[in-house]
């Protein structure tokens, strides 16, 4: 079997480490290229997340109908008040079904095109890699702006669907905001997945040819195998973009009466920093990461042997 | 490195959320560690000679030639105007953060339903006892300062910019073609409704994205959601008066009478102007939209007094309207309070607010003498509308108050209004919910609420 020859590791070799005294000769340039880019990183990413982990263990005290705030130390009372919000539960277990809904087709679509792209079996390939991967290129608002005049009765091109269907009604509207993501995700995790395959060596796939293997059959026992870091990439990626989907409920929000303020967390989040409750908003943010790494160090844990052998 | 880029990739607001932290977090919690001066020490002009420079944002189109006029003629009080998005998107949460950071600048732009948020946030000058602002006051109408003064004797926390009183746009040649009456009351719209209906069309829309719209119903009806009961919030979303209205509106909802479409936008300016909505109970300021988003059916138009609980009665919600508030962090109280009593009070700035933004003003001379607002409009056929809301706005009840939480009360209104519609819930659920959550947020403010 051709399959056992193929360590998938071979695709990603690291490149030979630099020795000790050239790191030391260009220590000067190593603080000068990275310093940039570490200050950078304290002050927009990590200052902000310590500042709402601070924000989120206090709460603000007053007298009167409109006292002046005192902010004061509340212990872990942000996140009783968190624990205790079904609102917030409800968000996030609707974009879980969410990820359930869009990822498998997403993911399973965007397999299936790069293993298209790569066969030897398809003309015209630059073109279809520009074709599949140019939705993303669209942000992701404006997708979701075009899609949704789509869907709107009455302003539809396509009246024929949009009059009879209830697209944007409580039953279906999740599956219309799949659809968007979908379409504009699909062609950037395929991306990623035909460059994994672009990495397999050339002599692999002739000597499972040798050995009498069909497209089909290399497809199955040779490239995903191979391209199953990949897979898992784009998987980790999409749990942390589906826990925090924002611009398509935002936008479907003004179109469609089925989509609250309270539709995702990240919607939430931000109806509640403009109440405005920083601390509550802070004490969400940080259960919601919490969650998010949870999840996606799970699945890493749960896919890593299988996938990284 | 992934989860990072990948972050960045999905929420583009975060970079800006993140940049505004840094801020407040560069400036210190700004809270509780300023003096309260009294007003009038506080509200000193400059010295002679000293040339004072504002800052004033606003969403109003053109205001920019007011500004510019002002400038003109006070070499000395020179005023920076910029153009900002309208308040609740995205502007509020702005000056939220400004609040924190005590960079706010002189002058802002307040809607009514938002200014208790602002005041709880201590962000606002009480210039009631500014000289330009007490010989101002008499000029407004009474319940705008009765609005913006909490109804606390001699206060003022900003000036009323214009108002939103509310009447019945309706197709007139549609009524007049079937011989179907103008409703002065909201049994007749009802009535009204039911034979529309039966001609393949709706009488209006009940816009279940508009919270605002529905306050302004509720308070036509004389609703009392907010009250400040020495100190403690009474909050009574629910009260009898709503639940008459709520009630009202889930007949017609049940009884499919409605359309349910959101408001203000493509959809509900399409049915209007394609004749599958023959009216909206809209705002003084929906009249300049109405005439740009629906412009196939010009001169069709009327406007009549809103439908009246009670025959004969002149009662009408408002919907909208603004304030000019001084910022506290402002270093120059006087000349800013001189500023916005000029620019929302003096008839040449008001008549230029109207031609360009098409602002219905606050003022009461400015209501009846504005030469832009006794003329007839083409596109209503001719008609004087601008006298339907003068008498409106002598028809809206001035004790209503606002809550300090307005941004959740709406969005929670909102979406209990969104399952109404979608037949999930009704009316009366959205209140309760709303109401609920209202009593919540405002306790986690640590105010003190009774129901």
């Known amino acids: 079997m051709a399959t056992s020859v193929v360590p998938p590791q071979l695709a990603q070799a690291p490149p030979p480490e630099p020795t000790r005294r050239r790191r030391v000769r260009h220590k000067g340039a190593i603080v000068g290229f990275l ?56 968000s996030i277990g609707r974009v879980l079904v969410f990820f359930v809904a869009s990822i498998p087709l997403q993911l399973g679509l965007a397999l299936l095109f790069a293993l298209l792209l790569d066969s030897p079996l398809v003309k015209g390939k630059s073109f279809f890699r520009l074709a599949f991967f140019a939705p993303y290129a669209v942000p992701g608002v404006i997708a979701a702006i075009m899609w949704g005049f789509i869907y709107s009765p009455q302003i539809s091109p396509f009246p024929q669907v949009a009059d009879n269907v209830d697209l944007l009604g409580p039953g279906l509207v999740m599956f219309a905001m799949v659809n968007v993501v979908n379409w504009v995700y699909t062609g950037y995790n395929m991306l990623i997945i035909y460059s994994a395959l672009q990495a397999i060596p050339k002599d692999v796939i002739e000597a499972a040819t040798i050995d009498g293997a069909g497209q089909v059959r290399i497809a199955w026992s040779v490239k995903i195998p191979a391209v199953a870091p990949a897979l898992v990439l784009t998987g980790v990626f999409s749990i942390i973009g589906t826990l925090q989907l924002f611009n398509e409920p935002r936008v479907f929000q003004s179109i469609s009466s089925a989509v609250g303020s309270n539709y995702t967390p990240n919607l939430m989040v931000d109806a509640t920093s403009n109440i405005p409750d920083y601390y509550f908003a802070a004490a969400m943010s940080v259960v919601l990461a919490l969650i998010t790494c949870t999840l996606s160090f799970t699945f890493l844990k749960l896919t890593q042997k299988r996938a990284f052998g | 490195m992934a989860v990072l880029t990948t972050r960045r990739r999905r929420s583009a607001g975060a970079l800006a959320a993140a940049a505004a932290m840094i801020l407040v977090a560069a400036c210190g919690g700004g809270d509780g560690d300023d003096d309260t001066d009294s007003a009038s020490d506080a509200c000193k002009p400059a010295a002679d000679g000293e040339k004072v420079e504002l800052t004033f944002t606003s969403w109003v189109p053109g205001m920019q030639k007011t500004v510019d006029l002002w400038n003109k003629n006070n070499p000395d009080i020179q005023v920076k105007y910029k153009e900002v998005v309208g308040g609740n998107d995205g502007t509020y949460q702005a000056y939220s953060n400004q609040i ?135 909050v009574s979303l629910n009260d009898e008066k709503t639940t008459e209205v709520a009630e009202y509106w889930q007949k017609m909802l049940d009884e499919k009478l409605l359309d349910t479409v959101p408001g203000l936008g493509d959809p509900q300016w399409n049915a209007l102007d394609n004749g599958k909505e023959w009216s909206i109970i809209g705002a003084a300021w929906t009249t300049k939209l109405l005439e740009n988003s629906a412009p196939k059916t010009k001169g069709k138009w009327a406007v009549a007094p809103m439908p009246q609980w009670e025959a004969g009665s002149n009662a009408a919600g408002n919907w909208g309207g603004s304030n000019a508030v001084v910022w506290k962090s402002s270093k120059h109280p006087y000349e800013a309070a001189k500023f916005a009593t000029w620019a929302f009070s003096d008839p040449e700035a008001l008549a230029l607010n109207n031609a360009n933004g098409g602002q219905y003003p606050a003022t009461t001379e400015g209501q009846a003498s504005l030469p832009a607002l ?48 979608n037949g999930q819930a009704t009316i009366a659920d959205a209140l309760a919910d709303a109401q609920q959550k209202t009593v919540d947020t405002m306790k986690a403010q640590s105010l003190d609420v009774t129901e």
């Open chain 1, 35 to 90: 310093g940039p880019f570490v200050a950078l990183f304290i002050l927009f990413y990590l200052t902000p997340i310590a500042y709402a982990v601070w924000q989120s263990f206090h709460k603000v005290e007053r007298e009167g109908t409109f006292g002046k705030a005192t902010e004061v130390f509340a212990g872990f009372s942000q996140y009783t008040r968190v624990l205790e919000n079904g609102d917030f539960w409800a």
């Open chain 2, 100 to 234: 924190k950071a005590g960079t706010t600048g002189d002058i802002g732009m307040v809607e009514f339903d938002n200014l208790a948020s602002f005041r709880l946030q201590d962000g606002l000058a009480d210039i009631g006892a500014c000289e330009p602002m007490e010989e101002a006051a008499d000029k407004f109408v009474p319940w705008t300062i009765s609005q913006v003064s909490f109804g606390e004797e001699g206060s003022a926390y900003g000036v009323p910019m214009d108002i939103g009183p509310m009447a019945l746009y309706y197709r007139k040649d549609l009524f007049e073609q079937n011989g179907i009456p103008v409703p002065t009351t909201w049994d007749e719209y009802y009535e009204a409704a039911k034979k529309i209906k039966a001609l393949g069309a709706t009488i209006g829309d009940f816009p279940p994205d508009q919270p605002a719209w529905f306050t302004s119903l509720a308070w036509q009806n004389g609703a009392t959601w907010f009250e400040d009961d020495g100190g403690t919030w009474k």
């Open chain 2, 374 to 421: 006794t003329e007839g409009l083409p596109y209503y056929g001719g008609q004087k509308v601008w006298e339907v809301f003068a008498q409106a706005s002598e028809g809206v009840d001035p004790d209503f108050q606002w809550g300090p939480t307005m941004t959740q009360t709406y969005s929670d209104l909102g979406n209990g209004l969104g399952k109404a519609v």
